[in-house]
């Protein structure tokens, strides 16, 4: 535990004594302060990995009790509590086997009185080789007609059991390649490294395609995304994995930008822009030159589905700067996007990422308060307006919870009049007063809410959704082919979705692989429950 960087307080000044020279001090303090701190946690890791590396163990990390991550009702629902009857746990199991049990030793004269059950619950884990003959003919033709392999199988040497096993391992479990072979070792299954990576890479197309229909779907059922992005790596090189859903679904995708354009063209199921009035609209809120503006052609809207194309038309129109083709190629594909039918009040949940802020954007509320919550105040009279503006803060959240239940504009009025009262306050410390400054320009993202309850008040989802990725991430590093950077980002998105709706993964990759198809689509998993009242 590294011992604490500031132990003396500084004394109580009175406003009258902070003149703007002693104001500038004590925010040097506090920058110096904050900067000591990271360079303390930095010193620690590196401690620890030098500790590492001569043999010794790592610094003692005390996890929380288990208790905290364990929901009430599920708490509830695994104790027993006094004068309750005990649950059978055993009731509902399906039992695949009898088998009768003799007593030894029974005294003679004693009477049978029935059998106890006792029930064992086991796991059987055996290779089965399957040879199948298949019958040739000859015909008179000369010819030869021979019998099919099942449906499953699809000239597979490995049975769907096998493949849905491998997969569930490598993207459920986030066991790697290299384990994955040793397993197969021990288990007595022949499998090279090389078949491997096919089963785990090749003759998946039915689950990339299912992954572009889930996204169609969530898109057209729910009237909000959330979105958030990490880092991934693939081929050596920086990337970024973006992640867009909601409640019904989730959707990742890796490429090498975080920018705007490439949102709005994650955003798309295939690349297409068109100008359209909306398109136009979009660069004029961007301040795009009037000229530049003057792209569209009198015979009406235009449609492009070729990026060469595209960039030949921008040049014939004489758009011509970096930016203006950026701002210009942003508005054709808000009106690629527009133009099939997505509704343009479309909101968009973000912890304030500017490449998210299309449509109605909507802003988190826990990232809101962070930088607040981050603030090293140096004196006591700091501390408790740091304080005083956090719980201002949850209290307005808990308000717009209660909102979210039972909107009125009555309700409505009084939450903007406290979201204004509380951004208009001064207070005796620099860094919070420009941390309400900047509360106040997002109010209308923050406070969209109150024209729109159905949205979400934190980005929290996105958060725990993308967890796995940032998991699988730490194990593996990176992708290094492009199908695997796909099936990667396919995979994440399939069990995600399935785990929302409560699909068994292993069950859906078994129901898959097999081509049994008794599970629906996503897509009409996503369609049904937002036909669901809530």
């Known amino acids: 535990m590294t011992e604490p960087l500031l132990t003396v307080s500084l004394p109580e000044m009175s406003p009258a004594e902070r003149t703007p020279l002693v104001q500038a001090l004590l925010d040097i303090i506090g920058q110096q302060h904050e900067q000591l701190r990271r360079q303390a946690e930095r010193i620690e890791r590196l401690e620890d990995k030098i500790r590492q ?4 163990p790592r610094r003692p990390r005390l996890k929380p009790s288990p208790l905290e991550q364990v929901s009430p009702g599920e708490l509830a629902s695994e104790t027993k509590r006094r004068g309750k009857p005990k649950r059978k746990k055993t009731q509902a199991l399906r039992i695949d086997r009898t088998q009768r049990l003799a007593a030894e030793d029974v005294p003679a004269g004693s ?3 029935g059998c106890r059950r006792h029930v064992v619950q086991e796991l059987e884990i055996r290779v089965v080789n399957t040879c199948y003959l298949l019958e040739q003919w000859q015909t008179p033709t000369g010819g030869y007609v021979v019998a099919a392999l099942p449906t499953a199988l699809r000239g597979r040497h490995y049975g769907p059991p096998l493949v849905s096993f491998v997969l569930h391992q490598y993207h459920h479990n986030q066991v790697t390649q290299p384990l994955l072979l040793e397993q197969r070792r021990e288990l007595g299954v022949e499998l090279s490294a090389g078949h491997l990576n096919r089963l785990l890479t090749e003759d998946l197309e039915g689950f990339h395609q299912e992954k572009a229909e889930l996204k169609a779907a969530g898109l057209s059922v729910l009237p909000y995304l959330q979105t958030d992005d990490t880092g991934a790596r693939h081929q050596g090189r920086n990337g970024y ?12 995708e890796t490429t090498f930008s975080k920018s705007r354009m490439n949102f709005l063209e994650r955003l798309q199921g295939e690349r297409r822009s068109v100008v359209d009035a909306e398109a136009l609209a979009y660069m004029e809120r961007q301040k795009l030159a009037a000229c530049h503006r003057q792209v569209r052609q009198a015979r009406g809207a235009m449609v492009f589905t070729d990026p060469e194309a595209w960039q030949r038309y921008l040049h014939h ?10 701002l210009a190629t942003e508005g054709a594909l808000i009106g690629g996007l527009l133009a099939p039918g997505l509704p343009p009040e479309l909101s968009i949940v973000s912890d304030a990422a500017g490449q998210c802020n299309v449509f109605a954007h909507a802003l988190c509320w826990v990232h809101a308060e962070r930088p607040i919550a981050q603030l090293l105040p140096l004196t006591e009279l700091d501390r408790r307006a740091v304080a005083w503006v956090r719980r201002q803060i949850w209290a307005l959240y808990r308000d717009l919870k209660g909102y979210k239940l039972t909107p009125s504009a009555e309700h409505k009025a009084v939450i903007a009049a406290g979201f204004d009262a509380l951004c208009a306050t001064e207070t005796t410390y620099a860094p919070l007063n420009q941390a309400l400054q900047q509360l106040r320009r997002n109010k209308a993202e923050l406070l969209l809410m109150l024209e729109r309850p159905e949205l979400p008040l934190h980005n929290n989802l996105s958060e725990r959704d993308r967890r796995d990725y940032v998991k699988k991430r730490k194990i593996s590093a990176g992708t290094r082919s492009d199908l695997g950077r796909r099936c990667r980002d396919t995979f994440a998105s399939l069990k995600k979705t399935c785990r929302k709706h ?5 069950a859906y990759l078994k129901d898959r692989v097999a081509s049994t198809h008794a599970i629906p689509s996503l897509a009409d998993v996503i369609r049904q429950a937002a036909q669901v009242p809530p």
Do not use: D, H, M
């Open 241 to 252: 994995c973006t992640f867009i859903g909601n409640e019904l679904f989730a959707w990742f």
């Open 317 to 326: 129109g004489g758009v011509l700067s970096p930016r203006a083709q950026t």
């Open 111 to 113: 009477r049978f009185k």
């Open 502 to 506: 409560g699909i068994s993964f292993w």
């Open 53 to 56: 590396r001569k043999g010794g």
